[in-house]
């Protein structure tokens, strides 16, 4: 059974980096997207990006664009966001996903939408204060 462990959160200053690793473990589909999420109390769950394993392509929320970069070791099955320039709001619970339901959006890039995605990991928690 495929499983995901999401590792890497902290404490980081306004500023700071942290890099969030994703492992998978188990059996994984020959081909699907993997994305990252985030979730701070009282909040909607957010997409943060997404990669499509098959193509390398990736999307990222306007949010984290230039900040974030989502890296991927496809033979360890390791997923990274590193994040860089961490703001306050980016705290948050961060988690891993994977989905093989293959939409893409008019531009065909994986979609960040929560309910798509069918296994989760546990999350991290990112937080980020002075």
């Known amino acids: 059974q495929l499983r995901l462990v999401e590792s890497g959160g902290g404490l980081v200053q306004p500023g700071g980096s942290l890099r969030l690793s994703c492992a998978a473990s188990?059996?994984?589909?020959?081909?699907?997207?993997i994305g990252w999420f985030r979730q701070a109390p009282g909040k909607k769950r957010e997409g943060v990006s997404c990669?499509?394993?098959?193509?390398?392509?990736?999307n990222y929320a306007d949010s984290v664009k230039g900040r974030f970069t989502l890296t991927r070791d496809s033979v360890n099955h390791i997923v990274y966001l590193q994040m860089d320039n961490l703001q306050p709001g980016d705290a948050a619970i961060y988690h891993c996903?994977?989905?093989?339901?293959?939409?893409?959006?008019?531009?065909?890039?994986?979609?960040?939408?929560?309910?798509?995605?069918?296994?989760w990991g546990q999350g991290t928690q990112v937080t980020v204060s002075s």
């Open positions: 188990g059996w994984t589909p020959d081909d699907y997207n």
């Open positions: 990669t499509k394993t098959h193509t390398g392509d990736t």
């Open positions: 996903a994977i989905t093989t339901r293959l939409l893409t959006n008019a531009e065909g890039m994986c979609l960040m939408i929560a309910n798509l995605y069918e296994i």
